[in-house]
């Protein structure tokens, strides 16, 4: 019978994952578009939609990052099987500004980027190919390369470093790298839950990455802060805000962030001046902003509701006469459903068996 209801048992352990963050209360809560307008009258920040991506070429954005080296510009990359290219886009417009070829990798499964320094002390990209769906490769790798001086198209060569883990192959979709050093840690992603791991480097040999403590289940993306105080962690609903250094006594302390509804999001980064979050969508072209717990964002105004909130003429997407953009309260209802339609569909496989 366990054979039968296998793929039914693994999307309710999905689910219960998550439940922390499945609260039907919660539907009443205001989308993120109405609380922009009401944000007028009391001066709160609250998430907003900053842009669209409308680069035909960014068809599952699964990571991103901000740039060291070109103020405004933001890093981003496809999901495994589009090749071995980054986008530098602009934050404000989400316009493309380069598109980069590493020239001397393949793209196994790259899902996520980071922007750090590499074992020289010289400033570099993280590019990770680290996905690991049957959790079976012998080794994952770690690309360094050095963040282009111009945004032209272009190519460059990054140095690898291979490493796997000190138990057994896991799937991992994030990263997280220290700015000011080379210390780098991947985010296992388990359905209960996964695990931080410091990697070691060196390019002459495989490493063994340790694990340093655990995260909640799903994680999609994690990254550092510019000035690396703080880090961040995320899943398909929320995310999760840790003070440094990375340790188990920092992962025991989150502080929790509701995140606006995509479909199957996997993107977050800090923004360059670490006053907020932006998140982004393997299935959806926005880019979203999110305030941090008691930073002082950008200032609410009519002019910023317009950018933010497009009106449905100009984007098809948002808001509308009324019609709200989804928050995290309808992404924890359509949790809640997902479990209930789980369970029964396990319920009724394992009735149907045990009358056989």
Request: hydrophobic share 45%; with cysteine; glycine share 8%.
């Amino acid at each position: 019978m366990i054979s039968t209801i296998k793929p039914f048992l693994t999307l309710l352990v999905g689910v219960v994952a998550l439940a922390p963050t499945i609260g039907v209360a919660d539907a009443a809560q205001p989308s993120p578009a109405r609380q922009v307008k009401s944000a007028l009258a009391a001066g709160d920040d609250v998430a907003h939609l900053r842009c669209r991506f409308s680069d035909a070429r960014l068809t599952e954005i699964s990571g991103i990052t901000w740039s060291r080296r070109h103020p405004g510009v933001y890093w981003v990359h496809n999901d495994s099987g589009k090749g071995p290219y980054i986008y530098a886009v602009d934050g404000s417009t989400c316009r493309t500004l380069a598109r980069v070829r590493i020239g001397n990798i393949g793209a196994r499964d790259i899902e996520a980027i980071a922007t750090g320094t590499d074992p020289s002390g010289r400033g570099v990209l993280w590019v990770g190919d680290i996905g690991d769906n049957r959790d079976s490769w012998p080794s994952v790798r770690l690309h360094a390369v050095i963040e282009p001086e111009s945004l032209v198209d272009q190519q460059i060569e990054a140095v690898t470093y291979l490493f796997t883990y000190a138990d057994m192959p896991h799937n991992a979709e994030s990263i997280l790298a220290e700015p000011g050093s080379a210390r780098i840690w991947v985010v296992t992603k388990q359905l209960a839950a996964g695990g931080i791991w410091r990697v070691a480097l060196a390019n002459t040999a495989t490493t063994k990455a340790t694990r340093i403590g655990g995260v909640g289940g799903l994680v999609t993306d994690a990254a550092f802060s510019p000035d690396g105080t703080r880090f961040v962690v995320r899943d398909y609903v929320s995310a999760s805000l840790f003070q440094t250094p990375v340790s188990a006594a920092s992962l025991a302390s989150p502080i929790r962030i509701d995140l606006p509804l995509e479909p199957q999001g996997e993107a977050i980064t800090f923004t360059a001046d670490g006053q907020g979050l932006l998140v982004a969508s393997e299935r959806d072209s926005a880019l979203w902003w999110v305030p941090l717990p008691g930073a002082a964002g950008p200032s609410v105004t009519s002019a910023s509701v317009t950018a933010s909130v497009p009106s449905a003429a100009a984007s098809g997407d948002a808001e509308a006469e009324g019609e709200p953009i989804p928050g995290p309260g309808s992404a924890r209802v359509a949790l809640a459903v997902v479990a209930l339609v789980a369970a029964l569909v396990v319920s009724i496989a394992a009735a149907r068996r045990l009358r056989r």
